[in-house]
């Protein structure tokens, strides 16, 4: 292997937050490597719902989420569970996310939230201005939250408002509106808000592809590799341990989504990261026209209209990285669609599960290492990996050139914890 220049970074992960990573530091004059033993976008950022949520400004976490938790352990099939076998492994992370749900943490979280998320599509496309707009797959039609009852809308109220606050633009629709805008939807719904300035990734595999096309394009390399550690000199990393051998490194960013958190230790901090698994059933022939992706966060899942079909995405399973997945949870999302879509059809579906990259206070690590100046850290995006890609990218860029960056970075410091 080469020595690596001076101008030279590696990145580890090409999900979506290393492809972006990788790509705005190449657009800003870096040699870029990126590391993984998976094709660019096949890992968690291959399955997700889509949509670039710029709406998205709530922690995840909710107050008096811990009276739940029982429930969570006896209902493998509910939107959010604990496979029991997980709990004692998940509790210290779990009475983190709690100590998260106070009023107060949730406003700040929020409003860090806020500052990365509003900005998120507009990123994206600074990203790929250098491509063609019609070959983007990207669309910005809105996204729609949808409550199926009036007691899901009644207890949105809250959410509805400090959506707003933070600069959310927000229409309320009542059902009339909602089934103008979406015809093929069922008597059984109570109305929605439609964020108007949110997006979707008609395929976010082929927004991957076509951020590694660009790196391959412009001379950055891709090593079909797993990294499993590093070689450390005087200054930081000198190689990084591979199953294909050491690879010099100059300059690390770690984009391993929800496998990040071993390899963030040996650079220098421990990481409360854990991980949401989620499941989705795509549907080559729905049988419905839907144009505009929708969030039944009463349900914990979305419906989103992708290129290939109709791609129903969500629910929460604590179960760790390595435990089967359970695909009767992506049978529910079918069910659960089906009570909003009569005529929804399932002829080819195809089922998936991924593992978002959690941290328990909801909020990316976007940081420099505590131990090393050459080594960045790019995960722990949850729910919100895609929507943050570009933003996450920019924010990287700005550490390696040390340049003041417009969004505060101090809440997403790898060391907050
Ligand atoms: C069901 C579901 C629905 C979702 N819907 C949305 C949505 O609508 N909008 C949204 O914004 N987000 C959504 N998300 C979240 C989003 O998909 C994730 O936050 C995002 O994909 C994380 O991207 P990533 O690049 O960090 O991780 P990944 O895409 O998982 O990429 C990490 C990469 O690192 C590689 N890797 C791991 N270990 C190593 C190693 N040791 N060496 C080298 N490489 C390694 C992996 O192979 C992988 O390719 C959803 C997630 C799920 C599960």
Redesign the pocket.
Known sequence: MNEQSEQSITV???????LCCARTLQRRGYGVTV????DPG????Y???????TGSVLPEGKPGLWKRVPGMLLDPLGPLTIRPSYLAKLTPWMLRFIANTTAKRSEEISQALASIVLPGLEHYRALLDDVASDEVPIRQQGCLYLYPSAANLAAARDDIETRRQRGVALEMLSPDEVRQLVPAIGPDMAGGALATQSGHATSPLALSQLLAARIVADGGNFIKA???GFAIGSDGPTHVHTDQGDIPVRAVVV?????SKP?AKSLGNTVPLDTER???MMLPQPGIDLRVPMLINAHGY?VTPMQDGIRL??TVEFAGTEAAPNYARADVLLKRARKLFPGLQDTGAEKWM????SMPDSLPVISRSSRFNQVYFA?G????????GAVTGRLIADLVQDRTSEICHVPFRADRF
């Open positions: 580890i992960g090409a999900g979506v937050i290393g590391i993984d033993p998976l096949m890992g968690t950022s399955g997700n719902a889509g949509i670039l949520a797993k990294a499993s984009a391993a989504g929800a496998f390899l989620g499941y989705h979305a995405a969500g991924g593992h978002r990259p995960f995006h949850g729910h919100l990996g895609l929507s943050l």
